[in-house]
């Protein structure tokens, strides 16, 4: 079955979870907790279509096509109606409900117990994964440790990270741990200054764009990623705890719209600017219409996502975050050290997709949940049962009308993902896109102001992310 027939076979089942346990968190007259228990199991076992066993995939969509079907048929005009559930049309479906459920698991079980194990079908089904999804956008994307540090105080872990750009950047510090710890995150932020990150000077260039300001990735957070010696082998994105997929954007050979020399000198930075954010960002607005032509150009990008697959597991984790915050102009990255295997895994990315540069993820998918739905149905985290939530630090502000344009631009990629994933967060407050290196004030700021957005949404996600009780069905 093709990702998007699987996507639109489960969709209506995910919308009927969350509209069910939100509406019960406000009133909790709906359904008890029994009966909420009742309905979530059966939605969650009529989702089922592969289901993975010492690494391999087992098929059963097509044993649970009746069940699903009828669970659809009857359910749905209840519970996805433009109205609040009705608990009078709700009752009559579930004096049945748990039988059925119970009964057709169970058939599930004897079906396919050669290759399926019991425990296996039910964690399945009882225990759902929490991916999250961060977004580029600068300094906004700082309010991202608010959340983290709440999905933490609730116990919760992410069993997949995917980011672009300062999201992305921000997921490698998340993926680095098993265990979020805020305290150790702002110690690397007060360590952090524009002369470790940054520097003005002209370099070669084998793989990025040039551009005003070259970033120093592994100069400034290296030490955090084994990369604090010269020569040292970093931490590539296999090896991080949680798995992590970054996206960047590859530009195809021959596509590129000016020489690369217009790109180092779209943007005229000079130290000074940079202790100005107002001139700087009148700076940058320059270099708009150089992205926009990049993004509107038909065939120029292709859409890639560094850890998804075999082929880019290998490559730098620090590597890869620096190419998902390169933007053309005004940043540029690149692997210019003697380090022969990433040359090579390079070198086999832009032979393997026909490009010859790599930059910005955010050009071509600033708020990749369709990538994150993919890997969880590909098997990234061993289960189909996820959470996807997204965190949109980029979205428009009226308030700060300078980045209406580029925040436009990337609102165009992030429109076709929304779907993709079970919720988004589009961030009202946060910290200018300019706040690439704050001070320990300031990142503070964006920790409460992070936490403060996603406040309302964690009893619903902690309810989502609850582990089910099983069902043993009706007395």
């Known amino acids: 079955m093709r990702l998007t027939e699987r996507f639109e076979q489960v969709r209506p089942l995910d919308e009927m979870e969350i509209k069910l346990v939100r509406e019960s968190l406000a009133d909790p007259r709906l359904v008890d907790a029994h009966e909420e228990a009742v309905v979530r199991t059966a939605l969650s076992l009529a989702r089922l279509t592969r289901v993975r066993q010492g690494g391999k995939d087992v098929g059963v969509s097509a044993w649970l096509d009746p069940f699903r079907e009828e669970l659809v048929r009857k359910l749905e005009p209840v519970i996805l109606a433009p109205r609040k559930i009705d608990r009078a049309l709700l009752m009559p479906h579930l004096r049945e409900l748990e039988e059925r459920t119970v009964a057709t698991r169970d058939g599930l079980v004897r079906r396919f117990e050669s290759r399926l194990s019991a425990e296996t079908i039910?964690?399945?089904?009882?225990?759902?994964?929490?991916?999250?999804?961060?977004?580029?956008?600068?300094?906004?994307?700082?309010?991202?440790?608010?959340?983290?540090?709440?999905?933490?105080?609730?116990?919760?872990?992410?069993?997949?990270?995917?980011?672009?750009?300062?999201?992305?950047?921000?997921?490698?510090?998340?993926?680095?741990v098993s265990r979020f710890e805020q305290d150790e995150i702002v110690s690397i932020v007060r360590s952090l200054s524009w002369r470790k990150l940054f520097r003005l000077i002209s370099t070669e260039n084998r793989f990025g764009v040039p551009a005003a300001m070259r970033l120093f990735l592994r100069a400034g957070i290296g030490r955090w990623f084994g990369a604090e010696a010269p020569g040292a082998q970093a931490v590539t994105l296999r090896e991080l705890p949680i798995p992590t997929i970054i996206t960047v954007s590859g530009i195809r050979r021959g596509k590129l719209p000016h020489p690369l020399e217009f790109y180092e000198k779209l943007l005229h930075v000079s130290r000074r600017t940079l202790l100005s954010p107002w001139t700087l960002a009148l700076s940058l607005s320059r270099a708009f219409g150089a992205l926009q032509e990049l993004v509107t150009t038909p065939d120029l990008l292709v859409k890639l996502h560094l850890g998804a697959d075999e082929a880019t597991l290998d490559f730098?984790?620090?590597?890869?975050?620096?190419?998902?915050?390169?933007?053309?102009?005004?940043?540029?990255?690149?692997?210019?050290r003697d380090d022969a295997r990433m040359q090579k895994v390079l070198e086999g990315v832009c032979e393997t997709h026909g490009i010859s540069r790599l930059v910005d993820g955010g050009l071509v998918d600033n708020l990749p949940c369709r990538a994150a739905w993919k890997a969880v149905h590909q098997g990234k985290v061993g289960t189909r049962n996820a959470l996807i939530v997204g965190l949109n630090g980029f979205a428009m502000k009226l308030r700060q009308p300078l980045w209406l344009p580029i925040e436009r631009l990337a609102e165009v990629n992030v429109a076709k993902n929304r779907r993709w994933a079970h919720l988004v967060h589009d961030f009202t407050k946060t910290l200018s896109p300019l706040e690439l290196v704050p001070g320990v004030e300031t990142f503070a700021r964006a920790i409460a102001l992070g936490r403060e957005a996603l406040a309302s949404d964690m009893p619903l996600i902690a309810r989502l992310l609850a582990p089910l009780p099983r069902l043993h069905g009706p007395a």
């Open 316 to 336: 730098d984790a620090l590597d890869a975050a620096g190419f998902s915050s390169a933007l053309p102009g005004v940043i540029h990255y690149d692997v210019l």
């Open 122 to 176: 039910d964690r399945e089904i009882r225990h759902k994964a929490l991916v999250m999804v961060s977004g580029g956008g600068g300094g906004s994307a700082y309010v991202y440790a608010g959340v983290m540090s709440l999905l933490a105080d609730y116990g919760l872990t992410p069993s997949l990270l995917v980011g672009t750009s300062m999201g992305a950047i921000l997921s490698l510090f998340r993926s680095r």
